[in-house]
């Protein structure tokens, strides 16, 4: 062989070993896995899933360095994972290790930790392996079972949702849910969130803790609000709902198709596909997808089209209720029936085809039953106002609502599903319902109503004992814990309240224990519990020691049952066992407006513009009270820490335990026994035991003045004067220097138009004279317009006085459900 061809053999024998060397070098640096006595350092170390999909590395967005996980294999360099999000590194110094128990840590140039997955427990040997799915796990090194894992970057999400992950309530109580970025270029948290609501039955978005948008319940097939999300060749979708767990989740049907989900910071859901031959992602579709998507824009049984103009419109045989405000595009008032029910002359249901099913405020589940059971069932309970079938894949169970329908949305034939509201029987005839329907009218034509009260009667007690028979050995829900409506005596009306079961009730607050205590006043402890799928609610236990007693009891009850508005908190049901006495309501979040009035570091998260929102809801909210509600109702104790602010921040009246009620056009009375709480209390009230509607306009012009102020009417002090805060707001008023009025942490946003209208307005409703007093209907007015308002006269109590001021008959301080509660443990 010539030298030259000796040496060109040589030369391409060397060149395939070093090929082969650099490609096992390769390789074999390709790991999946993390040691304890690994790590890896900014300056290009990573770790690849064994599939060669994603990659665990540093990269760097704008000049801050991050560390995270990307795709490798698609997309290469798209992010799905940030762990250290909130603290980024200002350069190439990280470092990415086990600790001693095990956790993985990220340190910064100084070797201190700015980010770690906190382990559930410490571990001899741990290795972090990114798996294929995208998820970095961190286990025992001969554990490779997945129920042993110890922490989960799925379990931590950012904005990013891939197959094989889980959102929602898992195994153990933890909550997973995306957060959006804060900006593209930007991965700490935004302001939104996608998430699993507390009903474990649908998903939804939220804006600050607030609902944007939400999917509808879960229904066997999908959620009724996401029309789009059918079967389909490129993933599956479920839903699990058990006591145990409850989630949503996806995966691939081809993996060689990927798709992915982003909540952007605009609080919307993007799915993208990834097209294979343009190398680029596919934007397919948008949660919300447009206006009607938002939440509860159209109110209490109104209806959003996005194909109509306007887009809200009240649903059939409903009327707005509010005219003027629905035809200025206003319809946060809602609709209400156009023939109000009549439960005693035969009602019936309504078919509403394609429809989004209402939110899941008040309701419950029967998974047993099928849709003509749930027809008959919901007919028998005059509270229940709809229904719908809760798994369309075999018919078997239905949803029942109990209050407003509210966050509805019409689609075409392609969307939503049937739901069936209550119509009293006038309104049934000639409409085309279900053949249930034309039954009851027939029949109505034909026997009298105690016939049909009987026929219904039995036809009820059948179906309840057949249905208790399916369920001894079942899962219970909402319904399975409401007991049959409860009467207190003879005398009394049916109160069309559910009746819980004490058993479920001390299941709910663990015993009563002293950990779900949120805190006790005239009444007794409030807890707060936790029903099954995850329904919080506040617990009202009457105590033996109260100072408040049975009739106090029946009296909030029976008041609180009939009254249903947007201002006033929900009363769930109640509970009678020997002699305990429970009320159960709504949970509220945000507790008690004193909470934030009364708080240097609170007070400032309430602005002006939220401040007047509030004082507008309890107005609107006493309005009802007084005026529209079917009975005249004398709240006779409002104060700061009876208005509860739900996770909106609207005001809600609670505490009806010392109401009065009253029918025709009786507006007043007289009592030997003063209820109530001093500094609220009207002059002639306080002394003379007079209450009327002007007595609670009296105690709403206090309360205005210590939303505005930012202090209590008792035990204000002043060096000037020893007047107390009304006193100091009418000496402002006649100097015209009420401005000085207004607490300094509002007026950065102070629109001082508005305060000093609210300050002359509340000032008008402390007047001596009741007579002078507006009644609530006219300062509803004129909070709302900008006409001349009359000039106050002196207030009620406006003495100087020593500052003796004894403590109010019922203790105050920042309360959660209670009529007044001394908090015991804030959490």
Known sequence: MHQNDIHNTSMKILTFLLFSLISIFTTSNAIDTISATQSIRDGGQTIVSAGGFFELGFFSINTDRYLGIYFKKISNGTVVWVSNRE??????????????????????????????????????????????????????????????????????????????????????????????????????????????????????????????????????????????????????????????????????????????????????????????????????????????????????????????????????????????????ADWTDGCVRRTPLDCEKGDGFVKYPHIKLPDMLNYSTDSSITLEECDVMCLRNCSCKAYASSNLTNGIGCFFWFGDLIDMKQFDVDGGQDLYIRMTSSELENHGSSGHNKKVVIIASLVSSAVIFMLVLCLGFFLRNKKRTKQQNAQGTWENYQEDNYSFDNDDEDLELPHFDFSTVAKATNNFSFNNMLGEGGFGPVYKASFKYGEEVAVKRLSKESRQGIDEFKNEVKCIAKLQHRNLVKLLGYCIHQEERILIYEYMSNKSLDCYIFDDDRSKLLDWPMRFHIINGISRGLLYLHQDSRLRIIHRDLKLSNVLLDNEMNPKISDFGMARSFGGNETAASTNRVVGTYGYMAPEYAIDGLFSVKSDVFSFGVLVLEIISGEKNRGFTHPDHQLNLVGHAWKLFKDSRYIELIDGVVMASCNRSEALRAIHVGLLCVQNDPEDRPSMSSVVLMLSSEGPLPEPKEPGFFTERRLFDAESSKQESCSVNELTITMIDVR
């Open 87 to 328: 603290t980024p590194l200002t350069n190439s110094s990280g470092v990415l290790q086990f600790d001693s128990r095990g956790s993985l840590i990220l340190l910064n140039q100084v070797n201190s930790t700015i980010w770690s997955a906190n382990v559930s427990r410490a571990l001899r040997n741990p290795i972090a392996q990114l798996l294929d799915s995208g998820n970095l796990v961190i286990r025992e090194e001969n554990d490779l079972n997945p129920e042993n894992y110890v922490w989960e970057s799925f379990h931590y999400p950012d904005q990013t949702f891939i197959p094989g992950m889980k959102i929602g309530r898992l195994a153990g109580g933890l909550e997973v849910r995306l957060s959006s970025w804060k900006r593209p270029d930007d991965p700490s948290k935004g302001d939104y969130t996608f998430q699993l609501d507390s009903t474990g039955l649908q998903m939804v978005i939220e804006k600050n803790s607030v609902f944007s948008s939400r999917s509808g319940p879960w229904n066997g097939v999908g959620q009724s609000g996401l029309p789009f999300l059918k079967p389909n060749p490129i993933y599956n979708y479920t839903m699990v709902i058990s006591e145990k767990e409850s989630y949503y989740t996806f995966d691939l049907v081809d993996k060689s198709v990927f798709t992915r989900i982003v909540l952007n910071e605009n609080g919307v859901n993007d799915r993208y596909l990834w097209v294979d031959r343009t190398r680029e992602w596919q934007h397919i579709s948008s949660a919300p997808s447009d206006f009607c998507d938002s939440y509860n824009i159209c109110g209490a049984h109104g209806s959003c089209d996005i194909g109509n103009t306007p887009v809200c419109s009240c649903l059939n045989k409903f009327v707005p209720k509010i005219e003027s405000n629905w035809n200025s």
